[in-house]
């Protein structure tokens, strides 16, 4: 059994990550998930919240907001919508993400002719970039 897997994150603006990693806890959308070398291979899709990475250069957190986790015995790619090394993320930035998600919700709420569950999937955004503000002790006001 291997010791580390490859681990590489990706966002629209650049790679945040490109390491070996011992694990890696994933806020996925059907609940969150430690990956580990010779994981079984997966794909899931992410919700808002804080990616944990532990390897040979330490230990590392990023805010994501969505987007895709492949996982394979001996690699980990996740491409995020958004992600922000936790260090950096600011009150201004979250207050922005949240401005964002609510505005989501407001045109899902807007719709006429909204499909079924739209309302409820951006109810739920809402609700996961509130929890995730909390986890990283920054208000959703």
């Known amino acids: 059994m291997a010791d580390t897997v490859q681990f590489d994150l990706v966002s629209p603006e650049r790679l945040l990550?490109?390491?070996?990693?011992?694990?890696?806890?994933?806020?996925?959308?059907?609940?969150?998930m430690?990956?580990?070398p010779d994981h079984a291979p997966l794909i899931t899709t992410l919700?808002?919240?804080?990616?944990?990475?532990?390897?040979?250069?330490?230990d590392a957190s990023y805010v994501v907001t969505g987007g895709f986790a492949e996982?394979?015995?001996?690699?980990?790619?996740?491409?995020?919508?958004?992600?922000?090394p936790q260090s950096?993320?600011?009150q201004e930035q979250f207050a922005e993400m949240m401005g964002e998600a609510n505005a989501r919700l407001e045109k899902a709420q807007a719709a006429d002719s909204a499909e079924p569950g739209q309302v409820d999937d951006a109810v739920k955004f809402v609700a996961d970039m509130a929890a995730l503000g909390a986890e990283i002790g920054m208000s959703a006001a």
């Open 47 to 58: 919700r808002p919240g804080v990616l944990k990475v532990s390897g040979s250069d330490g």
């Open 71 to 84: 996982i394979n015995a001996s690699s980990i790619s996740v491409l995020a919508e958004r992600a922000i």
């Open 17 to 32: 990550a490109s390491t070996q990693a011992k694990e890696v806890q994933i806020p996925g959308a059907e609940g969150d």
């Open 34 to 36: 430690t990956a580990m």
């Open 88 to 90: 950096e993320v600011t």
